[in-house]
């Protein structure tokens, strides 16, 4: 079936630090793609999506884009502060038997950033 | 501002114990969704329903149950609590996840004692 591997954390940086958080994906379709974020002691928020091969989505800094060719979502900021510290999850769209969608989600990476 | 309610943040029950987890949307949509959180093991679906009193099974509906009698509530019921049931909980509510995603609770962190 469809899956989502993402790297290991934590991801531990220094503020203005250059973020990487990898993800690929595994899918027998054309599935959208997502990334989430749950700060502490909260639920999870979407933070950008793709729906296309080459789409990049973007959203407070942070990007992704689609690359159908390597199957990867990499999640990428270019200088991170200390309140981007929160568990990030990648996330693709599936289709149910039914013909209804899903999201099959990633372990999620833990990203501690420092003073 | 649309959200998703889930009624409790932090519950205890007991190992045998009839556990309600309920959860409410006010965006009329009419996906919604249970997912259990664990640690290194993301989010897997217990449940989900795409329409009221209709309801279909996720990767891990063992020990659970739901009801959805109205279109902006959605019940997870634990017939009989279990210690390996103790997890965080989140309820999600969708129109479609192809333009615009899920928007999810805030969780419930279930412990069973």
């Known amino acids: 079936g469809d899956s989502v591997t993402q790297m290991e954390g934590p991801v531990t940086l220094s503020e203005e630090a250059f973020l990487t958080i990898n993800c690929t994906y595994t899918?027998?379709?054309?599935?959208?793609l997502f990334w989430y974020v749950q700060y502490p002691g909260e639920g999870l928020q979407l933070l950008l999506k793709?729906?296309?091969?080459?789409d990049k989505g973007s959203n407070k800094g942070f990007e992704a884009t689609y690359r159908k060719e390597t199957t990867s979502f990499h999640l990428e900021k270019g200088s991170v502060q200390v309140s981007d510290s929160a568990v990030y999850f990648c996330?693709?769209?599936?289709?149910?038997?039914?013909?209804?969608?899903?999201?099959?989600f990633g372990a999620g990476t833990r990203l501690a950033v420092h003073p | 501002d649309v959200k998703v309610t889930q009624s409790s943040r932090y519950l205890v029950k007991r190992t045998g114990e009839k556990v309600f987890l309920e959860c409410v949307q006010d965006m009329d949509h009419e996906n919604m969704f249970w997912y259990r959180q664990d640690p290194g093991l993301g989010l897997r679906l217990i449940y989900f329903s795409y329409d009221v009193k209709m309801k279909e099974k996720g990767d891990i509906p063992e020990g659970y149950s739901v009801s959805r009698e109205k279109k902006e509530r959605f019940s997870l019921i634990l017939e009989s609590a279990s210690t390996n049931q103790t997890s965080m909980y989140l309820c999600a509510s969708s129109a479609t996840t192809e333009t615009y995603g899920y928007t999810f609770g805030s969780g419930t962190r279930l412990t069973v004692v």
């Open positions: 899918a027998t379709g054309y599935p959208s």
């Open positions: 793709a729906t296309k091969a080459d």
């Open positions: 996330a693709l769209s599936d289709m149910f038997s039914g013909g209804y969608n899903k999201l099959i």
